[in-house]
């Protein structure tokens, strides 16, 4: 188990639940139908320049997209996109790890933008669990046991950061048959991502889960909680979040290959050239 990539799901008792063959055809159901609904919104988005389907595509340091509607519906449908193929795709592997193991394995994607009722719920149990727990154990835990939660978390985001920006630069790595071989520059079509963006876009999330940490158990905070409906709570948390959203999502958007490399597997509707 603990070789495992994917993390097996326990009983009371805390043994590991065995996965029959009804919850492996529940879980082939739901990856058809996640398969189905990321190939409709990629169908929809893909006609539109970096996929932007409200328009607004200036550069991400453009300050002019903060005072205009375009950016935030852009990045919320596109932040949808991203949760839609996580989701999707580690449903996939859970099938395969479930059926090679032949136990049940706890799912990676929560539904985060749409049921997560605070910043800290949002990254803790809603969005990537697998990389959520290797974090936490590997730098969460090793802080905490010398510094306050806050400073934990701040190092948590800064390592998660830290390791975006390297996605970054394994995937937009030209190949060499993109460079001149004496000069080492771009001769054919190369994605240059603006490195640091990422980073920004994790210690703003941090910031945001420091100040649930640090105000959090108030009592208006907890009057506020009550009183709010959980779709309203939802809503509230996305919207703090939009604003640097596209420092994390920019590249893989812009760069004309990283979604339609994506799509091979998507049935899609999609018009003729």
Known sequence: EYASV???????KGNPVPCSIS???????????????TGAIQSIMTPYENMSMFGGTEDWYSTKRYWTWELYANSLTQAILFQMYLTTYCEGLRIGFSAISGYETQPVMMNPLLKSQSPMDFWSRRWNILVHDALKNGVFKPFRKYYSTTIAVIATFVASGAFHEWLLWAIFQPTPGQLHPVTGDCMTSCYQPVYGTALIFFLWQAFLVAMEI????????????????????????????IPFAHFFTDSYFRCGFFFPQGQAGLPMILRES
């Open 6 to 12: 994917m993390k097996f799901a326990h009983d009371a």
């Open 23 to 37: 919850m492996l055809l529940g879980h082939l159901a739901f990856f058809i139908l996640f398969l189905f609904i």
């Open 214 to 241: 640090r105000f959090g158990r108030t009592k208006i905070s907890r009057r506020l909680g009550k009183a709010l409906p959980q779709a309203v709570k939802t809503v509230l948390i996305i919207s703090v979040g």
